[in-house]
């Protein structure tokens, strides 16, 4: 995010906000991880591949996507073969096969969170990495349900009222809800750092 806290320009279209170093520091990370999830806002917006970048990339993790009402275009990168793909939609949601993805019905008017993660759990995924806008982000906040979290934190002010920040949602309505996190590393890289907080 930038230090502001914005991850996007105003009008919500991407902005390089990682520079090199924090580049390959995600990158690392992927490896580590079963698993790699956004929502579909990031899909139809940034169209990403979310995959290990390099040579010699052995397997990647899997893509997991939160798309209740099954949008995911049929020539989005994470329909390609690079690696396999579960899409959440609700349970209402009329689609059944979008390209090669494993399609998971868990949730009503919006992906059920809490019981996507057993059910990825029952599939043997663990680790996950969630990489995902506002919206998806708050999704996890809100309902605790992260670990760890890892902020890079740019030298840059985009500003904006409506600009989208890390944390979307309703927020939390006072400062005895606010969400309370414990500071475990601060590490520089190049011009900008990184924070790392745990659950409290």
């Not at 999830?37 to 899997?62: F, Y």
């Not at 998971?104 to 663990?126: A, N, R």
Request: overall charge positive; proline content about 3%.
């Amino acid at each position: 995010m930038s230090t502001d806290g914005k991850i996007a320009l105003p009008d919500r279209k991407q902005i390089r906000l990682s520079n090199q170093k924090d580049v390959q520091r995600v990158n690392e990370l992927r490896k580590k991880c079963d698993a790699i999830l956004v929502g579909i806002g990031t899909v139809i917006e940034d169209n990403p591949k979310l995959t290990v970048k390099g040579e010699n990339v052995i397997s990647n993790p899997i893509r997991i996507v939160l798309d209740t009402n099954g949008r995911t275009p049929l020539n989005s990168n994470i329909l390609n073969n690079d690696a396999r793909t579960i899409i959440a939609v609700g349970n209402d949601c009329s689609v059944e096969k979008l390209g090669n993805a494993e399609i998971v019905k868990c949730g009503d008017k919006q992906i059920d969170i809490e019981l996507l993660i057993k059910i990825l759990s029952k599939k043997g995924i663990q680790k996950i990495l969630v990489e995902g806008g506002e919206t998806v982000l708050w999704s996890f906040l809100n309902g605790k349900l992260f670990d760890e979290i890892n902020i890079f934190v740019a030298s840059m002010i985009v500003g904006g009222e409506k600009t989208p920040t890390m944390a979307g949602g309703p927020g939390f309505a006072t400062k005895l809800d606010a969400l309370k996190l414990a500071l475990k590393h601060v590490s520089r890289l190049d011009d900008g750092v990184v924070l790392t907080y745990a659950k409290i």
